[in-house]
């Protein structure tokens, strides 16, 4: 009989329908945050998963999944699979990676530009009927044009977004793990730079990091007094790259002016300080929601799977695994045997 493919999350019906000649397809009606014990239930389930960033599959809730070949994460950022797990138990694992950078480039300067210009608290303030009271001076934001954009994480997100930088005549520093090729720099007009640097001359900073555990609290209280008090910062990388309740301090004091975040420690809680601020623009984590890209996604995903288990145009090699390696090591061929 054909393998089963459980999805985790409703997505577009028509994408996940490529799965059906090769297996028997049962995707969740409707979102649910699963308990540790129904994921695992739900992957002992099944040979193949398709999971989102709400689903933390690690050694407990892999412990019975004795079928499970293939978890294809609905996500380039995959901090919430354990890889050392799905490595050891001979499990692959694949990402998103590369659909969805145009579309979270895109959000990152809607949130600079969103944050520095206000918007989150000047709508609500006109939806609570105050309009009328606007002064000519009320509402002053800053400008973005000019000035001095920093990118914390140039990977193929980050330059998406230096490429945009452009448009703005904005100068842009980056900081990365390794520098990129002198051509890349170029075609992006960006400027390799220690962190430090970075930090203290930047007027806007993106994030656009990983999640690890090097990367936890990159942006801390020493970090955020390293910044001009007059920049702005946006995450749309993770929640826990920056110390919430270090950020909500320096943007109630005075010492940040406003900060623009898709994503939280300990998400979809929100820190308190964070929600009581003004000067701070808030979104659910949907930097890469939109129709053709969540699509794409859902896309991806499938061909993984598909590609896994010898379907499709990828055959044999899915094209976006995250632990070639670790497969090898143990033995795993695909499609399997
Ligand atoms: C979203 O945060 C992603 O990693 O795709
Ligand atoms: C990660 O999200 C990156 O593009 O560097």
Redesign the pocket.
């Known amino acids: 009989s054909k393998p089963s493919v459980w999805v985790s999350r409703p997505t577009f019906p028509d994408v996940v329908a490529r799965l059906e000649p090769h297996f028997h397809v049962s995707a969740e009606p409707e979102e649910t945050k699963f308990t540790s014990a129904e994921l695992a239930a739900k992957l002992a389930g099944c040979d193949a998963a398709i999971v989102g960033l709400k689903e933390r599959v690690g050694a407990t809730e892999l412990a019975a999944a004795k079928r499970l070949r293939i978890v294809a994460n609905l996500a380039?950022?995959y901090d919430n699979l354990d890889l050392a797990a799905l490595g050891a138990a001979g499990i692959a694992a694949s990402n998103t990676a590369d659909v969805l950078?145009e579309s979270v480039a895109d959000y990152a300067w809607a949130l600079l530009l969103g944050a520095s210009r206000r918007m989150g608290a000047a709508e609500r303030w006109l939806r609570a009927g105050k309009w009328h009271a606007t002064e000519f001076k009320g509402w002053l934001g800053t400008d973005v044009r000019g000035r001095t954009l920093g990118i914390l994480?140039?990977?193929?997100?980050?330059q998406a977004i230096a490429r945009r930088a452009q448009g703005f005549g904005m100068p842009v520093l980056y900081h990365n793990r390794s520098r990129l090729p002198e051509a890349t720099e170029r075609e992006c007009r960006a400027s390799y730079v220690g962190k430090a640097t970075l930090l203290r001359e930047s007027d806007c900073i993106m994030l656009?990091?990983?999640l690890t555990p090097e990367t936890r609290h990159a942006i801390g209280a020493a970090e955020l007094a390293q910044m001009k008090s007059t920049a702005v910062l946006v995450n749309v990388?993770r929640g826990g790259i920056v110390d919430d309740a270090a950020l909500a301090a320096a943007l109630r004091e005075g010492r940040l002016a406003a900060a623009g975040l898709d994503v939280f420690e300990g998400e979809p809680r929100v820190h308190p300080d964070l929600l009581a601020l003004d000067n701070v623009l808030l979104s659910p984590h949907i930097a890469s929601a939109t129709t053709d890209t969540r699509r794409a996604m859902t896309s991806v995903a499938v061909d993984n799977v598909l590609a896994f288990f010898g379907h499709g145009p990828h055959a044999g090699h899915p094209p976006n695994l995250l632990n070639p390696e670790a497969l090898a090591a143990a033995g795993v061929t695909f499609p399997p045997l």
């Open positions: 380039v950022g950078n994480g140039m990977g193929r997100i980050g656009v990091l990983p990388a």
